[in-house]
Each structure stands twice: as C-alpha cells, then as structure tokens.
C-alpha cells in the first residue's frame, strides 16, 4: 500500500530506513509511512484518517480481535521487511559478516541507541529480551551483604520477584516484599514505598517498576528513586513496558540501573532487550562468570553466545517507524484507544477497573476484574468466553495481592470499533 508523503518527510524515511547499515535491499512492497499531520498529538489522537494508515503497516490476522498486544509489539511492515533482509544477509554472509563488519555495524546500533536514550554508547549492553537485562542487575548487583535488604512489590513481574527471592539464598539479604494500593493513586504508590523505606533501615536496593504488565499502571519512578537516594538505596529499574509505550526522559528518571525490551513497544524484532547503567555504577554490577574486559566495561555484564544477529540488526529499522509517528503520538493514541472501552466499563457496577485514569498513571494497558472474581478458574474463564463469544482476545494476569484480573492492551493497529466491542461484551458476560 502506497501513501503520499511530504517531499521533506519522504526523504527523512527513504534516509534513515535501516540507518548505515551497508548492503542491505529493503523488499520493494514496503508500504511508505504517511507523514504524521501537523496538530498537537491529543487532537491527532483521534484522527481516523491518519491511523487507519498507520494500522495499514500492520499485518494482522483476521481471526480475532486482538487487544492483548503486552506479551510482544507485531512488528510494522516497514520493520519485518528489514528484518527479512537482515536475516537474509546474515545467513548469506555467515561468520564473514559476523566477524567481520557486523562489529562495525552493531557498534553504530549501540549509537543509535545512546541517542535515543540520551545516554553513552558504553552505558548500554543488548540482551535479547528485559528478563535477561533484568536478571544480569538483579543478579549481579554486588553491594548486598548478609543482614541487607531487598524490597520489591506485588506489581511487579513474576520473573523479577523470583530473581529478588533468590538474592536471600545467593547474597544472604532479607527479602521484604510490599503490596501496592488499589485503587493506586500517584500519593499512596509513593507513600507505599515511604513507609517500607522508613521501617527497613537495612535496606540497600529495591526494584521498582516503570509500567507494570499487571495492570498498566505507570509508577511514579521519579519520586520513589528521589526517596530512595535519600535512604541510600538503590533502584533497579524495570522499564520493559515503558520504553515505546510512554514519553518519559531517562535522565530525569535519575535511575542508575534499568532494563529495558525493544521488541515490546518499540516493535522490533523478538530477540531485543537492553541494560543500562551509569557509566560510575558499571563496577557495582558482577561481570558475567569471569567475562574478559575492564572493570568499568558494561560488555562484561553478559555472555549472550551466539546471537539473533538480524534482530539486533533491525533495531535502528524499529527505532525509524517509532519515530517516524512520535513517542507523544504513540502515546495519546494509546491512551485514547484506552479510553474508549474504560470509559464505557466503569458504568458497569459489577465490573472493577484497576487503573487510574490520571494521564501521568495510565496509557494503553489496563485491567479489570469482576467483583469477587478473584481467582485464576473465574478469570480464566472470563478470558475465554471474550475469545469465545465475543472475538475478542485478552489475558489473565496473577500476581496482585487483591487476586487475578484480566488485562486489556491495545496497539496501534486497533480500531475504536475494536475497543467498542468490550464494555457491550463484558455486559453480557455469564
Ligand atoms: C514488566 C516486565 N518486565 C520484564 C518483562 C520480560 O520481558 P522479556 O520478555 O523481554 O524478557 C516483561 C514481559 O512481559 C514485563 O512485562
């Protein structure tokens, strides 16, 4: 699908497609990105004509409605292309190209990086997903001693909670575990992890999470990395879902250690994760099993083996299409397209949403539960009969104090008329 472009527009996308990265064909069927309407991004968020061609660059099947998109982003046609083509010329070039110019090429995708962050190249270590970039923090982190703490809550992800349990075994800490507030306010998050920093004078690090896959809820991150410098603990950030879906600078975050996944929402291949850390705080991480390299050399942190070299090839691909929209874009449609099914479901008594409306708490992901419904059988089932019933596919989630809930996560791919098929359906549920 062709569509009109600006002169000036069209030749930034011709550019900047797959920046620098030498020999590679990009398929002749990749649709052209319509340009972006010039108005503020809230107006822009409603505009059907403009989304119906973003929604154009995704392949998606017909078979349901899908607004579960929290596990991976679907990548844009713009982005599978280049992927193809990496993958193509990787497994033509074979070790000729991956000892050879790929360490040029992988260094320049480490530039790119450190700009969109606004960081240094040498601050950031490609994982191939946020668990990994997580584990390689929370493992390595190496200031703990016996009778330290460690804090993490009920919002965050399962296999981070884990990896936080395991600390008590590997550096002999205490592990103390909080419960958020629900409903969650910008106020009590803030004051749940006041109260915990004050009553645990032990404690050296917490893990904090940025948007959490359990009900969508952004964190006020700033405000808690602020409390805990001020006890002396640091925070180990989980910005997974955070990173694509919502417009947040780093630096300002003020957060030493983070992980991050670009095959979320920044829509890059599978195979795409990220570690941060502040060049001076590099040495607080263990190097990975003895790895070669300096003391303050990031690249220590991992031993990945053999790679998805094409993954990590494409990111600079996915990095154009993300920007080629704008994160402020992104973000309020999501948002809008949240709105549009949350609204309608809070006139159903009988149905609870977990996430705060508030703008600075909430973008595209938010979840629900029935009242009293709060177990895996009775959410289960609800998820089903959505699929079933209804054609619309959602997930269950466990992990809040308060019990199950099921999330619903849209892209830019859906529809208002997809969002509109929710409330009706869930009006209707057994
Ligand atoms: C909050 C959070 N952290 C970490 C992860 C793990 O990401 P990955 O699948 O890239 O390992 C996820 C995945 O859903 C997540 O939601």
Not at 94 to 105: E, I, L
Not at 203 to 221: D, Q, S
Request: charged share 25%; proline share 6%; aromatic share 8%.
């Amino acid at each position: 699908m062709t569509i009109a472009t600006s002169p000036s527009r069209r030749t930034f996308l011709t550019l900047t497609a797959g920046a620098g990265l030498a020999g590679v064909a990009h398929a002749a069927d990749t649709p052209t990105l319509p340009a972006r309407p010039d108005m503020p991004a809230q107006e822009l968020a409603a505009n059907e004509n403009y989304w119906a061609k973003i929604a154009a660059q995704y392949s998606v099947t017909p078979a349901i409605h899908n607004i579960e998109n929290g596990y991976w982003g679907i990548m844009a046609a713009p982005v599978m292309n280049a992927y193809r083509a990496h993958t193509d010329k990787v497994n033509r070039e074979n070790t000729y190209y991956a000892r050879g110019a790929y360490n040029q090429d992988i260094e320049k995708i480490y530039a790119r990086l450190a700009i969109f962050l606004g960081v240094a190249p040498d601050e950031l270590l490609l994982t191939r997903g946020a668990s990994e970039a997580m584990q390689i923090l929370i493992g390595g982190y190496k200031k703990l001693k016996p009778g330290d703490a460690v804090l993490y809550a009920d919002l965050d992800y399962s296999a981070m909670k884990s990896a936080m349990q395991w600390l008590a075994d590997r550096r002999g800490v205490e592990v103390i575990k909080i419960d958020l507030p629900e409903p969650a306010t910008r106020d009590n998050v803030i004051d749940a992890y006041a109260r915990a920093f004050e009553a645990h004078p032990n404690l050296k690090m917490a893990l904090v999470t940025h948007v959490n896959n359990l009900t969508g809820l952004i964190h006020p991150v700033r405000e808690i990395t602020a409390l805990a410098k001020s006890h002396d603990i640091d925070v180990i950030l989980d910005s997974a879902h955070a990173i694509g879906q919502i417009d947040f600078d780093l630096s300002a975050l003020d957060v030493d250690f983070v992980g991050f996944n670009l095959h979320k929402w920044i829509g890059a291949p599978i195979g795409c994760g990220l570690v941060y850390i502040k060049k001076p705080r590099v040495p607080d991480i263990d190097r990975f099993m003895n790895e070669p390299g300096a003391e303050d050399d990031i690249r220590a942190r991992a031993h990945t083996g053999t790679l998805n070299f094409a993954a990590h090839l494409t990111i600079p691909d996915a990095l154009d299409f993300h920007e080629a929209i704008g994160i402020d874009a992104k973000e309020a449609r999501l948002r809008y397209l949240r709105n549009l099914w949350v609204g309608e479901a809070r006139a159903n008594r009988d149905v609870q949403i977990l996430t705060p409306d508030d703008p600075t708490m909430v973008a595209a992901m938010t979840s629900f539960r029935y009242r009293n419904r709060i177990t895996t059988e009775e959410n289960n089932a609800i998820m089903r009969e959505l699929a079933e019933k209804h054609g619309l596919f959602t997930v269950r989630r466990t992990g809040p104090s308060t019990g199950d809930c099921i999330r619903v996560t849209p892209a830019l791919y859906n529809t208002p008329d997809d969002m509109a098929r929710l409330a009706p359906a869930l009006g209707a549920l057994t």
